[in-house]
Each structure stands twice: as C-alpha cells, then as structure tokens.
C-alpha cells in the first residue's frame, strides 16, 4: 500500500510508529457524514482508522475558505493535513481532544525540518460535532484564507497531505499553541478540488456553525444511581444529579432558574414530552430517546426508544418522527416508552441542501400533518414551483394517505399551504387553528444599483413569520423566494436606488424585466412579523396562559453576519384570540 515517504521526519529517534506515505492510487472520495449528513471530499486510511474530509464552497463564489473535518480513534494523540501536500512552508493544520473531550484545533507552518509555529493571517474556527464520543474523535473547522499563500507549493492543488501520531497528545493538551510530538504517520492522497466543491455550502456551514459538540454517549440505563437534586429558596432545582455541569454561564430573566437536566446527546434536534410527563428527544445518528422525569424535572432513567440515526425531527404529539426523506407514524405506549408498527406516511422529500424537516399535527384536526422542507440551497431558483418540493409547506390528511405513503410532491394528498418558503424550520398553530411558520432568509444579499453590485448582507433581508391559514382550507400563500426579499434596514436602499421602508420588498437585480420590487409587491404575500437579519430562527411558540397573547421565537444566530446579530426581546404586533 505504502512505497515512499512523503513527508520529511523531523527527527527519527522519537519515532514510535512507521511513518507511511500513500502511493499514487490513494485519493479522495465522495462520503457523506452520517452525523450532520453533509457530504464530503475524504481520503480514508483503513489501517489507521483515520479520515481527512474536505467541504468547498461554489467556485464563483471564490471565498478563500473551506470546511475540513478529521476523524481518529479517541487513542490518538493528534491529527492534522498539510494543504500544500509536502510539510515545509505550508499551512499545517492539527487538531486534537483533551481529557475532558474538547476539541482544539490550530493552524501551523515551518520553513525547516522543525517543529512547527503558529501562523498568522488565515483564520481557523473550530465548528460543530466537534469532540469525542465514546471510541472516535473528530475535528471539525472552518479554514478562511486558507487556499492560497506565499512559499510552498502557493496555494491548494492536486495533493494534500495528511498526518498524525497514534498515541501521544500535544505537552499541554487544553492549549491549541502548544508543543505538538513528531508525526508517527504522514503521507500524501491525490485531491480534486472541483469535486470537493459543494452549491450547498452556506447551508452546511450554518449548520454546523450551530451544531452543538459531540460528546460521549449516555448509556441506556434502566436503574442509575439517583439522589436528591439541589433546590433553590423557590423551590426549583438549581442542579440535577447524573447531569453535567453546562460549558457555559447561562443568564435567565428575573424569577427564572436555568438547570440543566441531560447531557451527552448526540446532535439533538428536537425535544417534546408526552402524555406522561417523559422528555423525547431526538439525537441525530442516534434516533429517539426517552428519559423519565422525577417530580424536579431531573432525570431518573433513560432509554433508546427508536434506534435510527436518519431521525432528525418528532411531532408534538409524539408519534410521527422523520428523516430527512420520509415521515413516519408509530404506536406509542407512554408507560413503557415504546415504539412500534411502523407506518409510512410521506416520502420523497430528501434535497442537497436544508435537509432537516419540520413536523406539526393540527390541534384542531388530528388527522392533518403539516410538513415543511427547506431550499436546496442559499438560492434554489426552482423553488418558485410548487412542483419542486423545496422551500414550501404542505399538509397531509392521514386518514386518506395510501398504505405506503404519498410523495409530497402529490398534488392529490399533498396540499400547499405555503411556498416560495426559503427555510420555515418553526411551525406553531395558535387558539383558532391557523398554522404560522418563521423563516430563515437569505445569506450574502447584495442589490445591484445602475450597474454597481452592492454588498448589504449584513443588515438585510429581514426573517420574518408569515400566517398560513386554516390547513381544512390551504390556500398556497407565496412567501416571494427565491426572488422577493423584506427590507430590514432602509438605508441600504439609497444613493441612486430606490428608496424603501422596513417591510418593503426588494429584489437583487431590479434591472430585471420580470421579477422585480413591483413584481413582488403585486404577487408575494406579506408577512406579519419581520425579525433582525441572520439571528436564525429556529422554531416558535404561542402563549399557553390564559391572556398570553404573545408569540415566543427561539433564534440560534447565523454565520454569515460580523459582528453577529444581537436581539432584545419584545412582545411582537401580533394579537391572536
């Protein structure tokens, strides 16, 4: 497998491992991560278990970045890549885990056979699903101007190289400057670029700018160890037993506590409890856990109730989970936390880019399910049909739905609600019945004006929540993406363009003959509450109380803003009886 050694040694008496070098048949390949399901560019060593994955972004968009990702087993001291192939004067990156599970990552160079020094100008960001769980390690992280450089072989080509050492961690494990042990294995793969490039790559890169770390498995114990969880002079727990300690200080209101209940969880992606009082969540590349409560809210016990990594979204009402292609329907037993007979309700709904799906079953009518599926991309210019299947919701009667399901692209049990939807994550239904979403809107906006392309991402569009009606009576409202956007701020709209209000449609290019602001504004449906650009939301609520006619929105925040979006909370215009 091994002939050459393409990597220098920088000193073989410290060498515990035989250093190896691939050959010329060794390349990267397509492979699809099963815990975020983006797909990659990686160069896999079977032998040393360990993986290089590489994530471009769209060849005109030429940002000077990437998204890389390194996997070895929990037993290796680091691992790293060489962008320029060979060692000597090109960016390095190395990444580890310490004791605790953290990862750490950080960017390197040297002229000499010597150990290397941090370098200066490309910046290294370490990203979501970064961490441990109980065999492997992965380093996931953003590399910005990081594709071309002075010295070396000048920038990315055809060859990357890989390194790593098998067992021994950097001298301070929890600093990413610090001195780093020789590589034990190093070798070259051959690497196509053009292949690594993906037209989904905003999207990824948002989702794992909000991915939360990957940490060890909870294990599925019927009988842990249980003592008294710690009160404060409310009454309300301040600590749970078996729960750790959260990463970071959180704030809370004046009359809250904030106590964190489960740690350990892979991906989570949503939570919800069922008739008993059980909290569901589900993990991503793990499927459906359920965890018994004590009268605190602390967990006594916990179990896997579906086991399936594609899982990535359940109802409200427990019983219909979905992946990112199909939703199913189960029989639930609260008592037991179990699952079974599996049901098949809607398919065909799997796309490249915002792959993961919301569930919402009418309070009014248990029969509806509504379904929403995001774009296949920051731009998806297909979306403007309804026939694409992306950036639109649809409701589902299921007592009608064929044995085997029906496409939600079926005109016949698929009914449109609501399209031109760039990416509705949040679904919520208030008092009377009517089903509201919230959207998350376009990244890298820009208008062009007399010919001069005008960068206004930073402050514009808007996120905004639209009413979609009553799901007995769908009425395909169209939200205006992928062309129509809302103004956040107006005074990007000045020195020569037309002037605007918050509110107020745009479109990127208002040269165009057809889909222009007054395009919009005759045929895009307005929607009734606009939040600040990029702040992400990610679901909403209506009040529960008697007299709480307030809407809540939880907000993740976004990549693609510098500095990132800061929101004050206040009680949006919106009144629902």
Not at 300 to 319: K, M, Y
Request: glycine share 10%; with cysteine; aromatic share 8%.
């Amino acid at each position: 497998m091994f002939t050459t050694i393409s990597w220098p040694l920088l000193g073989a008496t410290v060498l515990g491992f035989a250093v190896s070098a691939s050959n010329a048949q060794d390349a990267a390949s397509g492979w699809c991560d099963s815990i975020t399901d983006i797909c990659f560019q990686r160069f896999y060593d079977e032998e040393l278990d360990m993986g290089w994955g590489y994530l471009f972004p769209p060849a005109s968009e030429a940002s000077g970045e990437f998204v890389g990702l390194f996997t070895a087993p929990l037993s290796a001291g680091w691992i790293g890549n060489s962008l320029g192939g060979g060692m000597r004067s090109n960016p390095l990156i190395m990444g580890w885990v310490d004791t605790n599970h953290t990862a750490l990552v950080t960017i390197r160079r040297t002229e000499r056979m010597d150990s290397p020094g941090r370098l200066e100008g490309p910046q290294i960001t370490l990203l979501g699903t970064s961490g441990a769980n109980g065999t492997h390690q992965r380093i996931v992280y953003r590399c910005q101007n990081c594709t071309v450089w002075t010295g070396g072989s000048g920038g990315i080509t055809t060859q990357l190289g890989y390194a790593a050492h098998g067992s021994t961690k950097p001298v301070d494990v929890t600093n990413a400057d610090s001195t780093v042990p020789q590589h034990s294995v190093a070798g070259q793969h051959a690497f196509d670029v053009s292949a690594a490039r993906s037209d989904s790559y905003s999207t990824s890169l948002e989702q794992l700018v909000a991915a939360p770390a990957l940490r060890p498995p909870l294990e599925d114990a019927a009988t842990p160890t249980v003592t008294s969880a710690a009160t404060s002079s409310s009454g309300n727990p301040v600590s749970c037993p078996n729960a750790p300690n959260p990463r970071f200080s959180m704030k809370t209101g004046k009359g809250w506590v904030v106590t964190t209940v489960l740690g350990s969880l892979t991906t989570p992606r949503g939570i919800t409890l069922d008739s008993q009082g059980n909290l569901l969540v589900i993990e991503r590349g793990k499927g459906l856990t359920g965890h018994r409560l004590d009268s605190d809210g602390c967990v006594l016990s916990s179990r896997v109730i579906i086991e399936d990594e594609n899982l990535n979204h359940v109802s409200l009402q427990v019983r219909q989970p979905s992946s990112s292609d199909i939703a199913w329907s189960w029989d639930y037993d609260p008592s037991a936390m179990t699952a079974s007979n599996r049901r098949t309700l809607v398919t065909g709904m799997d796309n490249p880019g915002h792959n993961t799906r919301t569930l919402h079953i009418s309070h009014q009518n248990a029969n509806y399910l509504i379904v929403s599926v995001g774009s296949n991309g920051n731009i998806d210019e297909d979306s403007i049909r309804t026939d694409s299947g992306t950036a639109q919701i649809r409701v589902f009667d299921m007592s009608s739905l064929p044995a085997d399901g029906a496409a939600f692209t079926d005109d016949t049990y698929g009914k449109v609600m609501g399209y031109g939807l760039r990416n509705d994550v949040g679904i919520t239904e208030d008092r009377a019945g009517i089903i509201h979403s919230i959207e998350n809107s376009m990244d890298n906006a820009y208008r062009i004006v007399n010919g001069e392309r005008r960068d206004i991402h930073t402050d514009n569009p808007a996120e905004k929540m639209y009413n979609l009606g009553s799901p007995a009576s769908p009425r395909s409202l169209f939200g205006g993406y992928p062309v129509c956007y809302t103004v956040w701020e107006p005074s990007d709209f000045s020195n020569g363009d037309t002037r605007k209000q918050a509110g107020d449609w745009f479109v990127q290019d208002p040269s165009n003959s057809t889909y222009n602001d007054a395009w919009c504004d005759t045929y895009a449906g307005k929607p009734t509450v606009l939040l600040p650009p990029h702040t992400a939301p990610l679901d909403l609520k209506f009040g529960e109380k008697s007299g709480d006619n307030h809407v809540y929105a939880s907000l993740h925040g976004s990549w693609n803003r510098d500095p990132p979006q800061v929101c004050i909370p206040l009680p949006p215009p919106l009144l629902v009886d």
